[in-house]
């Protein structure tokens, strides 16, 4: 009788199996938020897919496990975007299930722009131009020209061709996202500086003049906030020489002291590395630097960062899960 029980339960769970968190009900942020335990959990898109994962790797979870070209999040919305297939997919993190509905078909662009809701997602790229999807009212698809460099005709028309080949395919998803709850921004806490708004013009403040090696010397002392952190992120050398600008940023604590010692004579690669040794050249020092949401952590430059380390992590990292995701940008 006792066998009998125990292979009549056995079946009974595989018709009707235990609950996971996301057929419980518990919406997709939540449930990572938990599995990371206090944790910031990090973002990443690759060829692989769409990763969550903390710094030091102990929590991991995929989100999607197709190849992917790009991906963005709009941390106001908690919608998560990504370019695959020659489509735009989202993923709406309130929800329990994490399979993304389609958006816009026939997208084969890498970079993108989403507007709509209260919020945004942009993969950032300054340099090119960019299809961008508004998801208001009667939805479009343009042409975002690039932020700085060059005009290039050839490119704009690329461009333009994508988004007469794009389309909005799922309406009746982007409709009812009009009711839409959006998240509010994070502001700055007691004694701190606040953050530039979008497009603020940065402020100046006078470095020590061993810090200042700037072909026009009105450039160095340039500086916004690091985040929320209190300290401001200062531009210390400058040369727009024959091309594009180089630039290399300190931090400068708030009674106007550098973090950091005197930057090396002018070099060729201006950029040794903020809070790493002169054999880091690829890490950015002028930004964009992407911050979690108790800024003790950064992403900059495809690593994810703090005060005493920057390291690689699988795939390439674009967003906090949860946000604010505040930028810090010099460029």
């Given at each position: 009788m006792k066998k009998l029980l125990a292979l009549a339960c056995l079946l009974l769970s595989l018709v009707n199996p235990a609950p996971t968190q996301a057929q419980s009900g518990a919406p997709l942020l939540k449930a990572l938020e938990a599995g990371a335990k206090g944790r910031s959990v990090v973002l990443t898109w690759?060829?692989?897919?769409?990763?969550a994962t903390t710094m030091d790797g102990k929590f991991r979870q995929?989100?999607?496990?197709?190849?992917?070209?790009?991906?963005?999040?709009?941390?106001m919305a908690d919608l998560l975007w990504f370019a695959a297939e020659q489509k735009i997919h989202v993923i709406d993190l309130r929800l329990p299930a994490r399979e993304p509905r389609v958006v816009v078909s026939g997208f084969t662009a890498t970079d993108f722009i989403i507007?709509?809701?209260?919020?945004?997602?942009t993969t950032h790229a300054r340099d090119r131009f960019?299809?961008?999807?508004?998801?208001?009212?009667?939805?479009?698809?343009?042409?975002r020209?690039?932020?700085e460099g060059n005009w290039d005709e050839a490119e704009n028309q690329r461009a333009l061709a994508l988004t007469k080949v794009a389309t909005v395919v799922d309406q009746e998803w982007v409709t009812a996202q009009a009711a839409r709850k959006i998240n509010a921004p994070a502001g700055p806490k007691a004694g701190q500086l606040p953050p530039p708004p979008p497009g603020a013009?940065?402020?100046?403040?006078?470095?020590?003049e061993e810090f200042r090696q700037c072909a026009d010397l009105n450039a160095c002392g340039r500086f916004i906030a690091f985040?929320?952190?209190g300290l401001r992120l200062t531009v210390a050398f400058q040369n727009c020489a024959g091309g594009p600008c180089k630039k290399r940023c300190v931090l400068v604590d708030a009674a106007g002291k550098p973090l950091l010692p005197p930057p090396p004579p002018l070099v060729k690669e201006p950029v040794p590395g903020l809070l790493l040794p002169p054999g880091e050249p690829?890490?950015?020092?002028?930004?964009?630097?992407?911050?979690?949401?108790?800024?003790?952590?950064?992403?900059?430059?495809?690593?994810?960062?703090n005060r005493e380390d920057c390291q690689k992590v699988q795939g390439t990292p674009f967003a906090w899960l949860g946000g604010p995701n505040e930028r810090a940008d010099l460029h």
């Open positions: 690759s060829r692989d897919g769409i990763l995929k989100l999607y496990d197709k190849p992917v070209e790009n991906a963005a999040l709009d941390s507007q709509g809701f209260g919020g945004a997602a960019i299809p961008m999807v508004v998801l208001q009212g009667q939805p479009t698809i343009s042409v020209p690039p932020m013009q940065a402020t100046k403040l006078e470095l020590p985040g929320q952190t690829r890490t950015i020092s002028c930004g964009p630097f992407v911050f979690n949401a108790r800024n003790d952590s950064w992403i900059n430059d495809g690593r994810v960062c």
